[in-house]
């Protein structure tokens, strides 16, 4: 082989492999900046776990002091229903105990005695089914104003628990590699 043509062989694979060592480098940049784009999107979805964790932590804690909150109403009803019933017996037992003597200084006594005492037993009984009925009827409510809360609660707990995108490893190491080809295959263009 003649000089000229081993050194035009050397030049053309020296020239070759510069060429190879330029894609090489820009698809390696590629795929570094790739790696750097994961890595971001491990902590952006590493972050946002952590943000709908502690939004999950928040709301049960609200619906629970929601709750407290409204056994604690409950309880306080009770309380006055029970004053209320107490005072209802206190009240009926004075107007009976009334009657009977009023109406042993009248001179009445018999049948007619019974009916008023029966009757004053009777308003008590109709007043004090009332009160309990009307306490029923607020439990209700109150177990039905925990049901929605607790409905909601878990709404919005399902609002912010979206599922988080979790990193495509693939995909952006191949865009990388893909940029990299690209970048080379311009610059190589540029050269010639």
Do not use: H
């Not at 894609?23 to 994961?38: F, H, K, R």
């Not at 009160?131 to 809360?149: F, P, S, V, W, Y």
């Amino acid at each position: 082989m003649c000089p000229v043509t081993i050194g035009l062989a050397v030049g053309a694979n020296a020239a070759a492999a510069a060429g190879v060592g330029a894609a090489v480098i820009s698809t390696t940049m590629g795929v570094a900046t790739s790696a750097l784009s994961i890595r971001g999107q491990q902590q952006q979805a590493k972050s946002q776990a952590k943000a709908q964790a502690n939004a999950t932590l928040a709301e049960r804690q609200r619906l629970l002091q929601q709750q407290s909150a409204e056994r604690i109403n409950q309880a306080f009803q009770n309380e006055q229903v029970a004053a209320q019933l107490q005072v209802s017996t206190t009240k009926a037992r004075e107007a009976r105990a009334t009657a009977r003597v009023s109406a042993g200084e009248s001179g009445v006594s018999g049948l007619s005695v019974d009916a008023l005492t029966n009757d004053l037993t009777r308003k008590q009984a109709v007043y004090n089914y009332g009160l309990q009925r009307q306490n029923e009827q607020m439990g209700i409510a109150t177990n039905l104003r925990m049901q929605d809360g607790a409905l909601g609660s878990q709404q919005r707990t399902i609002a912010f628990n979206q599922p988080i995108k979790q990193p495509d490893y693939l995909g952006t190491l191949m865009k990388g590699a893909n940029t990299g080809l690209n970048n080379y295959a311009t610059l190589s263009s540029i050269e010639t």
